[in-house]
């Protein structure tokens, strides 16, 4: 008997921060130039998050399909791979949500033309070919790489445009400053799950590089972000967003420490923590700059 419990695991809702981090901030960064459009927001989130949601549906699905969920898994339940969900259950759903995404962005594409009709198609499309297609793009260690982009500049300036039909410069930089703490989330699901990944032939970058590569990967996302997004605040005369960074780049030493000495299942709160910390940079900047 298929539960609500088995579709809250299969969509990995402790992953929607991360989506939803880029989307406050583009949307503070519109309302302080006076461009924001409650309606248009609402579509860009409602799109945003079910793309994310799709996402990990497809991941879910397209793991089982290919074999790389086995035995030797340590992360979250795949409901697939563990039989909770029958496969057709889950591939229905996932269209649902990319369905749905496409509805919402509809109404994006009628105010703000081609720009956001390609940025939408492009991120369904990296939906399921992160883990679907005959060559995944997670399984050839691009997943960092489309993270980096899909979770920060892309999302944050992405939403500053559909409200303002302009680009701002400050939501690109802000925007990758986001995405680097969302590659470090990546970082660890690939350090966590390396033993299987490599028995499975999923060639992400910790498996190509190693543990090590990884942790330091992990380091240099954590600290570049905080340090970029300070800098930026810095240069723009906007100090208490500054302050913010420095309290997340503070609050981000303790979990550098953690990923040198964890390993396997040991990882899987370090997850969720540097997921909380991308929010909390988003809040903390968006914040600041409202502040001044």
């Not at 989506?19 to 960064?29: M, Q, W």
């Not at 409901?79 to 969900?85: D, E, K, M, S």
């Not at 040991?266 to 409202?290: F, I, M, N, Y």
Request: include cysteine.
């Amino acid at each position: 008997m298929v539960r609500l419990t088995h579709w809250i695991h299969a969509m990995r809702i402790r992953t929607l921060p991360a989506a939803g981090a880029p989307l406050i901030l583009g949307g503070v960064l519109a309302y302080l130039d006076r461009g924001l459009h409650w309606g248009i927001m609402l579509c860009a989130v409602v799109s945003a998050l079910a793309i994310q949601i799709g996402t990990n549906l497809a991941n879910d699905y397209f793991d089982w399909k290919n074999g790389a969920d086995t035995d030797l898994r340590v992360g979250p339940v795949r409901v697939t791979q563990a039989g909770l969900i029958p496969p057709n259950h889950v591939w229905w759903a996932m269209v649902g949500c990319f369905g749905i995404a496409a509805l919402a962005g509809s109404v994006l594409m009628v105010r703000c033309g081609w720009p956001i009709v390609g940025i939408g198609f492009v991120s369904i499309a990296m939906g399921i070919l992160y883990t679907g297609g005959p060559r995944p793009l997670g399984y050839m260690g691009l997943g960092d790489l489309l993270v980096f982009l899909f979770f920060g500049p892309v999302a944050t300036a992405g939403t500053y445009y559909v409200n303002l039909l302009q680009w701002n410069l400050t939501s690109v930089v802000l925007g990758a400053a986001l995405g680097l703490i969302a590659t470090a989330i990546i970082g660890v699901n690939n350090l966590r799950d390396i033993i299987e990944d490599r028995t499975t032939g999923k060639t992400t970058l910790a498996v190509r590089f190693g543990a090590r590569f990884a942790r330091w990967e992990y380091s240099f996302c954590m600290v570049g972000g905080c340090v970029l997004a300070g800098g930026w605040a810095i240069s723009s005369g906007r100090g208490w967003s500054a302050v913010a960074a420095g309290l997340v780049g503070a609050a981000a030493i303790r979990l550098i420490r953690q990923i040198w000495t964890l390993d396997g299942r040991e990882l899987d709160p370090l997850l969720g923590q540097t997921g909380r910390l991308l929010l909390a940079l988003s809040l903390g900047l968006s914040l600041g700059w409202v502040l001044g």
